[in-house]
Antibody
Framework: EVQLVESGGGVVQPGGSLRLSCAASGFTFDNYAMHWVRQAPGKGLEWVSFISGDGGYTYHPDSVKGRFTISRDNSKNSLYLQMNSLRTEDTAFYYC???????????WGQGTLVTVSS | EIVLTQSPGTLSLSPGERATLSCRASQSVTNSYLAWYQQKPGQAPRLLIYGASSRATGIPDRFSGSGSGTDFTLSISRLEPEDFAVYYCQQYGSSPQTFGQGTKVEIK
């Protein structure tokens, strides 16, 4: 059974940093690309990061480029999201998500809440 | 960036009725790389359809997807009580991947 468990969320002041982690199990981790997707409370979904299975390719949309960095440690079956220069509009649930091999997302974690507030 | 517009915003139906949800893209979706997700309150999204028309593992056959280019549809043939939720479309053929704003299917 695929399991994705996020951790590292919390309350941080504007301009601060936070590192999210995602522990993956139930599949061959390094065979699959991974994503981070966020959802502000009561709002829709926003894709924020992508990383290939070997970690050699990453993508961040303009909304977070230069502030967020996705990475992975395949020896630990773990995915990370380093978030710097956080803004109030970054407040959201952050979901770790598994790629299905064709860039769609087939499994999601339960999410971790990041609150950016003074 | 491809903008996805879902309609209607809210669909009020009774159990047993058919639901038809629309997702329109601002430009053609590459290779029909269009997915549909279901989300219930307090839960993560669940993949229903990928590649515009392929059902994900374990998804009942009352869910079906169709379309190509810029117009896509999710149909639920007979609504079950557990189907009342918010549905999102997503295109993953071009970066950045983008989601529609969602359609809420509520009990009438």
């Amino acid at each position: 059974e695929v399991q994705l468990v996020e951790s590292g969320g919390g309350v941080v002041q504007p301009g601060g940093s936070l590192r999210l982690s995602c522990a993956a199990s139930g599949f061959t981790f390094d065979n699959y690309a991974m994503h981070w997707v966020r959802q502000a409370p009561g709002k829709g979904l926003e894709w924020v990061s992508f990383i290939s299975g070997d970690g050699g390719y990453t993508y961040h949309p303009d909304s977070v480029k230069g502030r967020f960095t996705i990475s992975r440690d395949n020896s630990k079956n773990s995915l990370y999201l380093q978030m710097n220069s956080l803004r109030t509009e970054d407040t959201a649930f952050y979901y770790c998500a598994k790629d299905n091999g064709a860039a769609a997302i087939d499994y999601w974690g339960q999410g971790t809440l990041v609150t950016v507030s003074s | 960036e491809i903008v996805l517009t879902q309609s209607p915003g809210t669909l009020s139906l009774s159990p047993g009725e058919r639901a038809t949800l629309s997702c329109r893209a601002s430009q053609s979706v590459t290779n029909s790389y269009l997915a549909w997700y279901q989300q219930k309150p307090g839960q993560a999204p669940r993949l229903l359809i990928y590649g515009a028309s392929s059902r994900a593992t374990g998804i009942p056959d009352r869910f079906s997807g169709s379309g190509s280019g810029t117009d896509f549809t999710l149909s639920i043939s007979r609504l079950e009580p557990e189907d009342f939720a918010v549905y999102y479309c997503q295109q993953y053929g071009s970066s950045p991947q983008t989601f529609g704003q969602g359609t809420k299917v509520e009990i009438k």
